[in-house]
Structures are given as C-alpha cells and as structure tokens.
C-alpha cells in the first residue's frame, strides 16, 4: 500500500528518458514506482489525466531569505504559484548571517531550500529601490576563511559559493571577489556561481576565471556585458566557454535577461544549462515572477517543452551535485509538479521591456514534496 499516487499524468523526466502516461507512486517520503497502470492501491490517488507531472521543479537562483535581507521573497508563496519544490538562495546570506537562513527559512519551509553562499560575510545587505550598496564593494567584507568555515559546517544545505562581481555589485572591486570565492570553493570541491552585471569586470574576464562546471549566472543578459554582439551573433568566447563546460544558468531578475540574446543564442543552438527566476522583491511582480513564468518564455521562443523541463530539473540537479532531485527514479527523494499546460493568448515581457505572445504557458496545479501532496493551485 503506498501512500499516494498521482494516476494518469504525462510524466516528462528527462534523467530517466520518460515522456509518457505514466502513474507515479510515493512511500516513506520516497518515489516508490513509476510505470504505466501501477496496482491501484494508494491511501490516496488522486486523478491528474490530461496534466503533466515533473521531478519537482528546481528554481537554481533565487532569494528567499525573506525578511532578514530586504531583498528576500517569501518561498511559500512563490512556490504555490510556480510549482517550485525546491528554491536555492542564490547568495542573500554570507558567513556572517547563514544560520539565520537555515534556522529561520530553511527548516520550518515545506519547499526545500538549499543555497549559495556569499563570498561576502554580509550577503546582499543593501538592496531595495532606493537603496543600492553592493556587497563586493568593500573587499574587508570578503574574507575567505570565514567563508570556508562556515560551509564546512553546513554541506547539507550549501552546494557552492556566489560571487556577483560587476560595478552594481562590487563598485570597483572588479574581479577579486571571483577570485576569492574560486579559491573557496576549490577547498570545498564545489562549484562558484558568477553574476555579471556592468563592466568591470567584463564577460570574458569573468568566463577565463570559471572551471568546467562553474555557473554564469545573467547569461542571457542584454547589453553590457551581453553574450551577443550589436549584430546579433552569439560570440565567440560564449560558445568556447559552452563547450569547455561552464554552466549557463538564465536568472532573469529585474536585468538579466532579453528575448533578442535569448533569440539569438538559440538560434546558434545554445540552449540555456538552467533556467532560473532571481526571483526577489524587485521583480516577483515582474518582468520574471517565478521559474514557471520564465519556463513559459522559454517555450514562447521555440524551445521544446522537455529541454526546458530538463533545464529546471535534471541540469541544475546536476550542477549542484544533487542528482537525486532531479528526476523520478524509485528511491529518490518524493518531489514531483503537477502542470497544466494552457491555451490562450498570453504576454511575456523580458527586462528591455520587449513584449512577446504565446499561445501557450506552463500553469501549476499542484506539488509533491517530500512524497505528501502539498497544496492544488488554481491554474489556468
Ligand atoms: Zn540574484
């Protein structure tokens, strides 16, 4: 007897290669089984024909730390909307205010949080419409041995170190806080998210510094700093950074992301590693609103619906070294999202203020977290 059992969906797990109508099966907090008209015996079944179910969706940048930085969002509520399962706080706490975020966010939330940690001891402290401070501006807030020992002491929630270098960030600290937090993170053996806003540093400064499995984060950004050039034409330190094995992750935020770059890069056949919101106070109620929202663009672009489920499950499950959230498979843990994918007429607008049409858009309709049906949202 499981414990529940969602029946009769499209189940879309690209780790496992299944695109099909499937039953999916949860126990002890666990996926149990998935297959095509499992033994119906669940304490509760419920019906999702006609819908789509996914691994539980991974929003790899955002800011959840709401309330002790005034950048933060409430994770509850953005997840409700979005079917986000799990949100990775994409540096607002630094070694000096992490245990807050774990004591105070992570634990008591239903949606899993896991996060980057600030090179700087603050985190992002001064962040709001009228007020602009960039953590990485003053290089005493930076101080890696801090940094080191706090992420030695909590490995269960941190899976990297984020850096935001830029002149928004770190006023004229250019590339040193990478630096820095590279240094960090090779100790730990995990990956650094870099943010890139206005020079300095420039983009290919910052893609030389990055490893094989680092994150650039605002990949998709427009100019400066943009991955196109005036013509349109992906550039060449771009498509060499791709190929040596930088991860490209979207954080859409309030600059990061433009329709033309994004046209542009599929066109040459980049598909973003990870698509992700940035969601935070200054653009929860646009232009990125959630990972769902930002997911819809994607699909509005051309690019098919299972790559960009891949690039909100199975990819930054990966990039994080988490590969058990990011698919279906028995034994993992139980976190699924139910989808709808709506007809109408729908605008998307990107941070240039270009407005796009779709005919479609992805719609939550539910989440499974931790193998317990979480809550039903209205949909379309
Ligand atoms: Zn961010």
Known sequence: MHDLLLRGGRVIDPEQGIDGICDVAFQGGKVAAIGPKLAQNAHEIRDISGLIVTPGLIDMHSHVYWGATALGVDAETISKRSGTTTFVDAGSAGAGNFAGLRRFIAEPSTPRILAYLNISFPGIFGFSKNVMVGECEDLRLLDSRECLALAEQNLDLIVGIKARVGARAGGSSGLAPLLLAIEVAEELGLPVMAHIDFPPPGRREVLDALRPGDILTHCF???PNAPITR??????????????????DIGHGFGGFS???????LAEGILPDVISSDVHVLCC?????????????FMALGMPLTEVIR?????????????ELGSLKPGTPG???????????FEHVDVSNEVITAQTRLFSKGMVIGGKWWLEASGC
């Open 335 to 345: 976190d699924a999202t139910v989808l709808d994918l709506c007809a109408g007429s």
């Open 285 to 297: 109620d646009g232009p990125a609103y959630d990972v769902l929202a930002v997911m819809s663009k």
């Open 259 to 265: 329709f033309r770059s994004a046209r542009a890069m």
């Open 221 to 223: 950004r427009p100019f």
């Open 311 to 323: 690039a909100t499950t199975q990819n930054p499950a990966r990039a994080m070294q988490r590969p």
């Open 231 to 248: 013509g349109d034409q992906v550039r060449a330190d771009i498509i060499e950074a791709h190929k040596r094995g930088i991860i490209f």
